[in-house]
């Protein structure tokens, strides 16, 4: 089997192969615009390769909860080759392969969702395995849904953006914290491969991210309106 995977809902964007149980992954550096980096970035990786897409079998896409730009992105780029080529398409939750990355264990996902507020989820996690706890939310910092039990390894951007509320509302129940950690396309791959051997994959004109925020983003009309700047 062979998978393209594309991840930008973070501030880092990747891109991965899936070459029959092999996984190369390649990242854009930080600070570059996903937009202007994930063709060309896509292309190397498939050139190096020695891949073209009408190899591919199909391709994954960050699904979200994340940066609103960063998800349409993903998700418009993968559908936009899976149609040239025609193929299918999975979309994997970010949150999902952020816990993946952890190992085994039990982890806690919390990411600067801006506005104040953050996404968070729980899962279990064994080998390529990961089993939902608690379906991500969006929540502000101190209100964030509490795990059951102690022992949760913390990870993403939401613990640097809001460390203090955190560790406040979660206490003794998160034992340990990577806020540097990041949902990467490798992890996607590894979720995603399973999955298209079960026949998951869809048709790519019904790729869609997940928001999990009821509306993505307000006008200039209704910014202005609140104080903001247009």
């Known amino acids: 089997m062979k998978l393209l995977a594309l991840e930008s809902s973070s501030e880092l964007f990747t891109a991965a192969l899936y070459l029959d149980g092999r996984i190369i992954e390649r990242e854009g550096a930080r600070g570059d615009s996903h937009s202007e980096i994930a063709l060309p970035l896509v292309k190397g990786l498939l ?14 896409f960050g699904a979200g909860p994340g940066a609103f730009t960063g998800l349409r992105l993903a998700c418009s780029v993968a559908q936009g080759l899976a149609i040239g080529a025609d193929l ?45 706890i608690m379906a991500p939310v969006v929540s502000a910092p101190a ?46 791959l590894r979720l995603a491969a ?17 928001y999990v925020r009821d509306k993505v983003a307000m006008t200039t009309r209704e910014r202005i309106a609140q104080g903001g700047k247009a």
């Open 194 to 210: 399973p999955r298209f051997t079960r026949g998951e994959g869809f048709d790519a004109a019904l790729a869609a991210p997940l």
């Open 47 to 60: 050139d190096e390769q020695k891949t073209v897409l009408a190899d591919l079998d199909g391709i994954v």
């Open 143 to 188: 209100a964030v849904p509490l795990p059951a039990g102690v022992g949760w390894l913390g990870r993403g951007s939401g613990f640097a953006a809001y460390a203090d509320a955190l560790a406040e509302r979660l206490g003794a129940q998160v034992t340990s914290v990577d806020p540097d950690a990041r949902p990467r396309a490798d992890t996607l």
């Open 88 to 132: 299918p398409v999975l979309g994997i939750g970010s949150l999902e392969a952020l816990a993946l990355g952890a190992g085994d264990g039990f982890v806690y996902v919390c990411t600067d969702a801006r506005m104040r507020e953050v996404y968070s989820a729980a899962y279990r996690v064994c080998g390529d395995s990961v089993v939902t």
